[in-house]
């Protein structure tokens, strides 16, 4: 799965939990431009992330994360 | 399968305007905002509107300390306090040993004195949770043996929380513990959401607890289950008793049948505990009845089972049947039959009643039965005991009325006896009620207040008359009325006439019939004038004044010539 596919699925995922049919995310995007991405919602997509790619995250990762596209790169390795 | 949280989240969404309120408010140490999305939406799923109020983070004692705290003021019906065990883990870490020693007393005094502050100031239905009994491998196994360890401590605290709630009537625990043994720490909880986040319940869990929450709530309002019915054949036991016969089919040790077995055993506990047994089967009776009566492996045995139906007729319409025998509520049944297509088919003409959709492997049933916790009670007293006995007298009549083939013997054999009395101050409420609550046996449909019935009860142009039934099984209490309206010196009008439908059949008409004819003719009337007004409801009467010698009129009226009437034509019922 490369990049744009994962990134395809990972759209659907904040739409679904964040409830908001005409969100579009790109590799750029930082929570602060999302609506109602916040702490709470944050810990939700991750956890769907790990159920729909049947990876897991690391705490650590999840703090460190700075825009989508590394949670994209993050994916990846781990599907890889 | 439960919704999955996702689900429940979605329905927030929907408009509750129509649903029952029921407000809860929620006090947590930990992070609680999924949770109380959860509740939320399994209320809504379940049509019910829970109004809730959601303490800031970790605000126990602020909420509760505070006289003049948000809680206070939003007045809830239900208090929900979520204590978890990983914050009371780390607290315990941080005493010395004496304190460790006393651990469980200390927590169950706190959690006293919160009681008690509550109480004073709220008259809610508080609920909290007990805790995850988990060894914290401090000890090892050995912690059974020592005890200032954790393991210790929280297993007592789980008892002295019990005993803490026997006495206390609007205390209810939480059993957390019970919930997370059966699916697991390891999938109920996600470390990083706790570290992350301080929530101690992953995400696939929030369904799980907000469904018991709900269970607890509802079954303190008042809605649980009364009755259990069950299929027979790989059901109860394994095979078709028709085809293989009371040798062939399998329970106790032939076959798979320990499966059986333990599932039987099962539902006498049930029984035991005051649901009511059912049995509905495709089957012919008697061969339906001989495993009870002789296989000596069955642990179910016809003493257990308050209505017993094995016939070919639709399952549908046996239920319907069984649910006027027992005369409870619908949505108080639980039908259990291995058979999708029976299931489809009650589900679809029953709404109301619960249908699991059981495995299709026998071997978990059980198990499966089990996790859906379709029993939970708010109570357990001498009067549930009682309640259910007369269910089972109510069952016992209709036994009787199947093992007797004339229906006279099995009227005679009931021992009715009926008191007949003119509407009196003490049983005007009772006649008000019935004249609201009665809509099949109701001839004009007339809703009577209590003030109207007074009025009525003094006017001498008006006769009353209230009739009660006692039978060898019970007293059924004040079931029939009838008002009869003077419209000249000789005639009579049946204003209304009332009968409860539990006392069909059994020549309860005739009797009042007689009784006020013998009254109408002491004061000198020769007719009486009668008149049915139908509705989508009451079409079991259409037929009532044909079928008592009525003379049809035109219009739905009726005419009774008094001195043809004749009087005692049945002597089931006696009057005192």
Known sequence: MDKKEILIKINEIFKNILDNKALTI?????ASDVEDWDSLNHIQIIVAIEKTFKIRFTTKEIHHFKNVGELLVAIESKLA | MLPSFSVLKKNLKNNVDSLKVI???????????????????????????????????NQIDHQIFDPTSELYKFAPDFLIILKSTEHLTKHFYTLDRDKKENFAATQIEYIDVLYQTISQKLNCYILITNF?????????????????????????????????????????????????????????????????????????????????????????????????ILDLDNTLWGGIIGDDGIDGIEIGNLGNGKIFSELQLWVKQLKQRGIII??????????????????????????????????????????????????????????????????????????????????????????????????????????????????????????????????????????MVSEVKPFLGFNIP???????????????????????????????????????????????????????NKIDESTLFIENWVMSCRVLKRGMEIFTLD?????????????????????????????????????????????????????????FITRI
């Open chain 2, 23 to 57: 407000k809860i408010a929620i006090l947590a140490d930990t992070a609680s905002q999924l949770v109380t999305q959860a509740i939320k939406g399994y209320g809504i799923e379940n049509k019910v509107n829970f109004e809730i109020f959601e303490a800031d983070y």
């Open chain 1, 26 to 30: 790109y590799e750029n995007t930082i």
């Open chain 2, 132 to 228: 995850i009994e988990l060894n914290d491998s401090v000890f090892g196994n050995y912690a059974s043996k020592v005890v200032s360890s954790f393991s210790y401590q929280i297993k007592r605290l789980n008892l002295n929380l019990m005993d803490y709630c026997q006495n206390r009537n609007k205390v209810y625990i939480i059993d957390v513990d019970s919930q997370i043994t059966q699916l697991g720490y390891q999938q109920t909880f996600d470390p990083k959401m706790y570290f992350i986040a301080d929530m101690v319940f992953n995400i696939d869990f929030l369904p799980y607890l907000a469904k018991n929450i709900y269970d607890i709530i509802l079954a303190i309002s008042g809605s649980f289950k009364k009755c259990i």
């Open chain 2, 278 to 415: 059912a049995i509905c089967s495709k089957n012919t009776e008697e061969i339906a009845l001989e495993p009870f009566k002789t296989h000596p492996e069955m642990v179910l045995r016809l003493e257990d089972i308050a209505i017993f139906v094995a016939n070919w007729k639709n399952k549908a319409d046996n239920i319907r049947f069984i649910q006027t025998v027992l005369n409870i509520g619908m949505d108080s049944m639980v039908f259990i039959d291995d058979n999708p297509f029976e299931r489809e088919l009650v589900k679809k003409e029953i709404p109301e009643i619960t249908v699991p959709s059981l495995p299709e492997d026998t071997a978990e049933y059980l198990i499966f039965l089990k996790s859906l916790n379709l029993f939970e009670t708010a109570s357990f007293t001498l009067d549930d005991e009682y309640r259910t006995v007369k269910y089972q007298k109510e069952a016992e009549r209709s036994f009787l009325q199947n093992s007797f083939a004339n229906m006279d013997d099995f009227l005679a054999n009931l021992e």
């Open chain 2, 515 to 571: 009784y006020v004819v013998s009254n109408a003719k002491l004061n000198g009337f020769n007719k009486i004038v009668a008149e049915y007004i139908p509705t989508k409801k009451n079409t079991l009467v259409k037929e009532h004044y044909s079928s008592l010698g009525f003379e049809l009129l035109p219009n739905n009226q009726y005419v009774l010539d008094l001195n043809i009437y004749k009087l005692g034509t049945q002597n």
């Open chain 2, 430 to 484: 009772r006649v008000s009620q019935l004249s609201q609550r009665s809509n099949q046996f109701n001839l004009r449909t007339i809703r009577y207040s209590e003030q109207e019935l007074i009025e009525i009860s003094t006017d001498s142009n008006y006769y009353t008359f209230s009739f009660s039934l006692v039978d060898k099984y019970g007293d059924n209490g004040l079931i029939a009325f009838v008002i009869l």
